[in-house]
């Protein structure tokens, strides 16, 4: 059982890693027909949405696309910035979806935005705790450090309608505004269901990371 739940958690994760570099590899030798690139869709969708104080950087960590709240300034890693592919502005539409949100209030990004500073703590926290309790037999002590590392399962679980609502935004605003042809929707479904899927796998390897600890701690507590 405990070999089981250290083995899963690995192979989940390393799964989703390779699907989402099979698919950006994939899609991203698609050029879309417009040929516009993740900087132009990045640009067009903000300002649509009234975002025009929202400023895009250009980051050279592959894969390092993000929306950061705190100072309004999307950053696209150059192969997503500068190119003119079905990955590239999916990728960019995608960042734009949590840049709306932000404007909207979605409650769940809200929610993650305040709590990122708690789970960091709390899980830090938590881990001394845990371990200073495995090795005295202070098992108490090690529960309520696994509580507090609990945090950051809240933090994922909560991560994921974020992640989702963004894509499907992605989606919606990419044929609304024409960025993508018809015959390019699939390729773009492809490209946000694999990242999705790296946030759903994060999440059930962290329960199942979890779930090994408190066995741990509870057969320690028995014997």
Do not use: W
């Not at 894969?63 to 709240?69: E, M, S």
């Not at 705190?70 to 734009?96: D, F, P, Q």
């Not at 990004?109 to 845990?130: D, E, H, Q, T, W």
């Amino acid at each position: 059982m405990e070999l089981l739940l250290i083995f899963i958690p690995i192979v989940l994760v390393l799964i989703s890693q390779a699907i989402v570099n099979a698919t950006y590899s994939k899609y991203k030798s698609y050029k879309t027909s417009n040929n516009v690139t993740g900087f132009d869709t990045a640009r067009q969708i903000l300002d649509y949405n009234g975002l025009n104080n929202v400023k895009i950087l250009e980051t050279r960590e592959k894969l390092g696309d993000h929306f950061d709240p705190r100072t309004g300034v999307i950053k696209l890693s150059t192969e997503v910035y500068n190119g003119n592919s079905i990955a590239s502005v999916s990728i960019a539409a995608h960042e734009c979806g949590h840049a709306i949100q932000h404007k909207e209030k979605y409650a769940p990004i809200i929610i993650r935005s305040a709590l990122v500073p708690l789970v960091g703590f709390a899980s830090k926290i938590g881990y001394i705790m845990l371990i200073i309790g495995l090795i005295s037999e202070l098992f108490n002590l090690a529960i309520i450090g696994l509580i507090l590392m609990g945090a950051s399962l809240i933090f994922q679980f909560i991560t994921l309608p974020v992640e989702f609502d963004a894509s499907k935004r992605a989606k919606d605003i990419l044929i609304k505004r024409n960025i993508v042809e018809k015959n390019e929707i699939n390729g773009v479904n492809k490209v946000l269901k694999a990242a999705a899927f790296t946030y759903l796998a994060s999440f059930f390897a962290t329960m199942l990371q979890m779930l090994r600890l408190f066995l741990i701690v509870n057969n320690g507590r028995r014997d």
